[in-house]
């Protein structure tokens, strides 16, 4: 046991100056376990390596032929796996420029061991498996904790109510119901400014006249999608700013009836989680689909792919 300073009276401070390796795979545990490894970093002035193990499978397309396709693929991964720590970020302030991100052509696993041999410890995040599906998959957390040399912490994934973003999304999308209960369920549309986020916008605009209902236009932004007018990251409200007068550009310059009722709303929320929050309120919800095949739909995902399997209710994709 160490012996109190006897200048202060304290513990004196343990040396950690090793990386805290996490396995992170875009999963709600995965994030948890990142989340959970910048808070501790952020207390011990460690550096965070976020570790993602890929495969390739048979949706993913064919693999790239020459060193530019693989320079475009390693591009994509890090894109993505800085969009997960930024996600994991939210509210803990942790250090960006302390995160490693690495990327490796192998199961997470093997991964995982082979990188995190010579870290302070290991972090993964539990996931929730029945007892048959655990039998049947196995444990990764178990297996890595049991072939490790170094210390593993196992995160599992907590219960928690909705935050306070969804429950403003809520707030905005029940208010008329609330007020009038003849009031109509609203069309939701969601918006980035991208081309076939227009042409949904439009499309909805055409529902909402047709059916008589009320619009509403969605833009659930993340940091990297807000430009800075000054030097560095803007801060919370200058983004929430920035985000409420790109989706009030945007608006402005679709082609809307002036019969329709239309409100436009920005949330600092992941497009898929804020449009499936928004669905339960809504009559529909509207998104456009940006056309993501082969690797680059396994490895970036597809907003309106997640909008259609999570949704509560209606979902209209405009291609």
């Known amino acids: 046991m160490s012996e109190p300073s006897t200048a202060t009276g304290e513990f004196p401070a343990i040396k950690r100056n ?18 959970w490894a910048m808070q501790i970093a952020s207390l011990t002035g460690q550096t965070v390596n976020a ?32 969009g997960w720590a930024e996600i994991a970020n939210e509210g803990i302030n942790f250090d960006m420029s302390k995160l490693k991100l690495t990327s490796v052509r192998s199961s997470g696993s093997a991964a995982l061991l082979k ?31 049991e072939h490790s040399r170094v210390p593993v912490t196992v995160v599992r994934v907590p219960e928690y109510k909705e935050n306070a973003v969804t429950e403003n999304i809520h707030h905005v999308l029940s208010t008329d119901l609330d007020s009038d209960p003849d009031a ?13 986020s227009i042409r949904a916008l439009n499309f909805a605009a055409e529902a909402a006249k047709y059916e008589k209902r009320p619009l509403k236009v969605l833009y659930c932004w993340q940091v990297r999608d807000i430009e800075s007018t000054g030097d560095g ?19 402005a310059d679709a082609e809307i009836s002036p019969d329709i009722k239309v ?5 600092h929320i992941a497009p898929g989680k804020g449009l499936v929050r928004a669905s ?20 970036l995902g597809s907003i309106s792919q997640y909008v259609i399997e999570n949704a509560h209710g209606t979902v209209t994709i405009v291609h």
């Open 280 to 299: 339960e309120d809504a009559s529909r919800v509207v998104v456009g689909s940006r056309g993501l095949s082969g690797f680059d739909a396994h490895l």
């Open 18 to 35: 090793s990386d805290i390796v996490v396995g992170i795979d875009g999963s709600k545990g995965s994030c948890c376990a990142l989340a």
């Open 263 to 267: 409100q436009a709303h920005a949330f």
């Open 51 to 82: 570790v993602y193990g890929w495969t390739y499978s048979w949706d993913m397309g064919p693999e790239p032929e020459d060193e530019e396709g693989w320079k475009a693929i390693r591009e994509q991964i890090t894109k993505k796996l800085y």
């Open 115 to 145: 990188i995190g041999q010579e870290s302070d410890q290991i972090v993964v995040g539990r996931r929730s498996l029945s007892p048959v599906a655990r039998w049947f998959f196995g444990s990764v957390s178990s297996s890595i904790a």
């Open 233 to 251: 990251v803007p801060s919370e409200e200058e983004a929430q700013e920035a985000a409420e007068k790109d989706v009030n550009t945007w608006l």
């Open 184 to 196: 109509s369920r609203p069309i939701v549309v969601g918006v980035d400014g991208s081309d076939c």
